[in-house]
C-alpha cells in the first residue's frame, strides 16, 4: 500500500513498481530474456548488419598499467570473465543445497546424483557414437548439459499440472548435472596446463577458506583475492569459470551468532525507540540513526554472506550476464540449406540425439534403476510419468551447451556452427515434447490416480 503522505508522482511510482518488480524477479522472467537475447542474435546475425555484429563481438577491449597488460574480444571478456560470475551463483546455489536444499536429505541426494549420471553419460555416450575418431569428438560434452533457467521456464508453463515437489526436483538434479559440466570443462577443455599458476590459485583458495573458518566476513576481502585466484586460473589454462564455482565453495553459510541472540538484540533496540516520547529523526539525530543502523547491522549478522551473495547476484546474472553471453555467442549466421546441412553432419546429429533421446533414457532409465533397487525414493507427490517428462525438459541445454561447444569448437568454426544450430533445435524439441508429454500423459495420470 502506497504511504498516504507520498506525493502523487510517488504514489504512481510505487503502483507501478511492486508488479514489474514481481515480473523481474519471477522465474520465467529469465527464460524470456535469454529468448530475447537469442532471437536479436539470430537476426543480427542474418540480417544486413551481420558484419557489424561480427565485427562487435571480435572488438578488442582490456587495459593496461604499465606492462601489465589484460585484453582480449568482447566475447572472450563475457566468456572467461563476467561468466565467473555466473559461475560463482551457481557454486552457491550447489553449496547450499548441499548444506541445506534438496541435496542436503540422503534418501534425496542418492535418487538425483544416480539421474543426473543417467543423465550425463547417456548422452555423451550417443554423441561419440556418431563422433566416435572424428576431430569432432572433442564435442562430446556439449549434449550433457541442462540449462536451468529454459528448463525451469518450460517446467513452469505445466505448472498447474504438475506437483510443486517437481519444480524441487529439476532444481536438484540440473545442481548436480551442473557439478558435473563443470568438472568436464575443468578437467577435459583445458589446453595447456602450468602448474605454477595452478598452485597460486589453490593457494589463494586455501587462503579464503581459512578466512572463512576465521570469521573473516567482509566482502572486499573475498572480492580482492577472488579476483587474484581467477587471475591465477585463468593463467594456468584451467578455465577460469571454475575458479567462480571454487571461490563460492569458500563464502560462509553460518551467521555471525545466533539468530536468536542478534533478532533479540534488534528487538531491544526498536522497543527504546518506540517508548521514546520524541519521534523518531533519523536525519536530524544522531543517536536516533545510529540505533538504526544497530537494527540493519543485528539483521545483517543474522543472516549468511552466501545469501547475500545469492540475492545481490541474482537479478545481475539472470538479467545482464546471461543475456549478454547468449546474444554474442548464439548469432549463427546460416541459410535453409546450409542449416539443414549441418543438423546432418554427425556434430549435429550427436548432440540433437544427446539432448533429446540421451537425456530422456539416461535420466529416467537411472530413476527406474533406483526405485526397482531401492537405491533413492522421489519427492512426495512426483512419480515416474513426472519424471520421464523432466526427462525430456532436461535436455534443454541451450546456454551450458553453447558454452561447452565455445570451448570444444574454438578453433573449428564449421563444427562451432553446426553445434550451435543442433543445440537450439535440441533444445526446442526437448522443451516441446516435455511440456506436451506433463501437460497430457503425466496430468491425465494424475486423474486416473
Not at 512426495?380 to 565455445?406: C, E, P, R, W
Amino acid at each position: 500500500m502506497a504511504d498516504k503522505s507520498n506525493n502523487a508522482l510517488q504514489r504512481g511510482l510505487e503502483n507501478i513498481h511492486d508488479p514489474f518488480s514481481s515480473f523481474i524477479r519471477a522465474q520465467t522472467t529469465t527464460s524470456w530474456f535469454l529468448l530475447l537475447a537469442t532471437i536479436v542474435a539470430l537476426w543480427w546475425a542474418n540480417s544486413d548488419y551481420s558484419s557489424t555484429y561480427q565485427n562487435l563481438t571480435h572488438t578488442s577491449v582490456g587495459f593496461f598499467l604499465g606492462d601489465f597488460k589484460l585484453h582480449g574480444s568482447l566475447k572472450h571478456i563475457i566468456n572467461d570473465g563476467l561468466m565467473v560470475i555466473f559461475f560463482f551463483l551457481l557454486g552457491l546455489e550447489i553449496k547450499r543445497e548441499v548444506l541445506a536444499g534438496a541435496l542436503a536429505q540422503p534418501e534425496n541426494r542418492h535418487m538425483l546424483i544416480l539421474c543426473a549420471i543417467g543423465g550425463m553419460v547417456c548422452p555423451a555416450a550417443i554423441y561419440l557414437l556418431f563422433n566416435w575418431s572424428l576431430d569432432s569428438q572433442i564435442g562430446w560434452g556439449i549434449p550433457m548439459a541442462t540449462d536451468t533457467a529454459f528448463a525451469l521456464g518450460a517446467l513452469t508453463i505445466v505448472r498447474k499440472h504438475i506437483p510443486g515437489s517437481l519444480l524441487a526436483f529439476l532444481v536438484g538434479l540440473a545442481i548436480v548435472d551442473d557439478v558435473g559440466a563443470i568438472l568436464v570443462i575443468a578437467i577435459f577443455y583445458t589446453q595447456e596446463l602450468s602448474l605454477i599458476h595452478l598452485f597460486g590459485a589453490f593457494a589463494l583458495l586455501a587462503f579464503l577458506a581459512l578466512g572463512n573458518y576465521a570469521g573473516v566476513r567482509q566482502s572486499y576481502f573475498y572480492i580482492i583475492f577472488g579476483v587474484g585466484t581467477w587471475w591465477m586460473m585463468l593463467k594456468s589454462g584451467v578455465h577460469p569459470t571454475f575458479s567462480g564455482v571454487a571461490i563460492a565453495l569458500t563464502i560462509s553459510a553460518r551467521p555471525k551468532a545466533t539468530s536468536e541472540r542478534l533478532l533479540d538484540g534488534a528487538k531491544t533496540t526498536i522497543d527504546s525507540m518506540q517508548k521514546q516520547s520524541k519521534p523518531v529523526d533519523v536525519l536530524g539525530s544522531r543517536r536516533d540513526h545510529d540505533k538504526v543502523l544497530g537494527v540493519r547491522d543485528s539483521a545483517e549478522s543474522a543472516s549468511t554472506p552466501l545469501r547475500r551473495w545469492e540475492d545481490a547476484l541474482e537479478l545481475p546474472v539472470a538479467l545482464f550476464i546471461l543475456p549478454l553471453f547468449v546474444l554474442t555467442n548464439a548469432g549463427v549466421p546460416f541459410s535453409l540449406s546450409s542449416f539443414m546441412e549441418s543438423l546432418q553432419h554427425p556434430t549435429g546429429l550427436g548432440i540433437i540425439a544427446g539432448l533429446v533421446l540421451g537425456k530422456l533414457i539416461g535420466i529416467s532409465g537411472a530413476c527406474w534403476l533406483g526405485l526397482r533397487y531401492k537405491i533413492g525414493c522421489l519427492p512426495d507427490g512426483v512419480n515416474f510419468q513426472h519424471v520421464i517428462g523432466v526427462s525430456l525438459i532436461a535436455g534443454i541445454g541451450f546456454t551450458m551447451s553453447t558454452f561447452i561447444a565455445t570451448l570444444g569448437f574454438d578453433s573449428q568454426p564449421v563444427h562451432l556452427q553446426s553445434a550451435k544450430s543442433s543445440i537450439m533445435v535440441a533444445s526446442l524439441v526437448s522443451a516441446l515434447l516435455g511440456v506436451l508429454y506433463l501437460r497430457f500423459v503425466a496430468a491425465k495420470t494424475n486423474t486416473r490416480g
